[in-house]
């Protein structure tokens, strides 16, 4: 076992307040491009931020809406992998435990964890543009060259996320940044930490004296300012976790 990840166990003691954050580097293991692996893939000739801005669906409502549709089908195809499944397990090994994800997919409750705050909403629901009316998808909209028109207002129907420049949902930032500051654990899994203001929570907790643990493959903002870098792929990293803080309960 990596010592690291021993070292990174103590922390997860059965009266643990944990708060983890997760990005699109917790899916990539389920075929879900992260954003960057996005820009270099299928639509690399646009420009991502212009497929997720209320300007770029303005300018051009029909090929956002191809964009979406098109990463929804990926969405449904994907299976949730072994890191999913550890934060859920590592959930019902601490006293308590809250998800906030930064990812639009539904992952993490399909691998059975409970308590996720979508900081940045889901792929999964869509309302209207205008009137914020909800809205269910026919098949016939899903393949469709533009968005559906809103049954109560006919503006135009957009997907149910946080695109650049909008505000976050409120009360689940507010949750977050609250239990931010009261956790004694901040694990942080597969997020780049540019993207605000999820990006300040890890500094919110560590700021309240909290313990930061980062998983990613790759240093950036967040391991900089962690306690531990679990450098590696969280598929691999989270379940020798897991295993960790269960083999130290196991002999305690
Ligand atoms: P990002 O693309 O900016 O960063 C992804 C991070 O994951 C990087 O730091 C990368 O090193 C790391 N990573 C790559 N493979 C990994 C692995 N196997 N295990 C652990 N980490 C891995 O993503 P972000 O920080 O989440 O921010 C981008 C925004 O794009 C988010 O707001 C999110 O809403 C959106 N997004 C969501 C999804 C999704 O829902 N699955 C997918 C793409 C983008
Ligand atoms: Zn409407």
Not at 64 to 76: A, D, F, K, N
């Amino acid at each position: 076992m990596r010592e690291d990840i021993v070292r990174a166990a103590q922390f997860f003691s059965a009266d643990a307040a944990v708060v983890c954050l997760t990005g699109a580097g917790v899916s990539a293991e389920s075929g879900v491009p992260t954003f960057r692996d996005a820009q270099t893939g299928l639509w690399s000739q646009f420009d991502a931020e212009e497929l997720a801005t209320p300007q770029g669906f303005a300018r051009d409502p029909g090929l956002v809406w191809r964009w979406y549709m098109w990463r929804l089908e990926q969405l449904e195809a994907a299976v949730p992998n072994t890191g999913h499944a550890a934060l859920a397990r590592l959930a019902g090994l601490c006293e308590s435990f809250l998800l906030v994800t930064q990812n639009v997919d539904d992952l993490h409750e399909q691998a059975g964890s409970v308590d996720v705050l979508h900081l940045h909403g889901s792929l999964f629901s869509f309302r209207c543009a205008s009137c914020a009316a909800p809205h269910n998808l026919t098949a016939e909209q899903r393949g469709a060259d533009l968005p559906p028109a809103c049954g109560v207002c006919s503006e135009l129907v957009r997907p149910g996320v946080v695109w650049f420049g909008e505000s976050l949902p409120w009360d689940a930032v507010e949750e977050a940044a609250t239990a931010a500051h009261r956790c004694s654990v901040m694990l942080v899994v597969g997020t780049s930490g540019l993207v605000y203001p999820a990006s300040q929570l890890p500094l919110i907790a560590r700021q309240a004296g909290a313990t930061v643990i980062d998983v990613n493959p790759e240093p950036g903002p967040i391991s900089s300012i962690a306690d531990i870098f679990l450098q590696g792929k969280s598929g691999e990293v989270l379940p020798a976790l897991v295993r960790a803080v269960a083999d130290r309960r196991a002999s305690a």
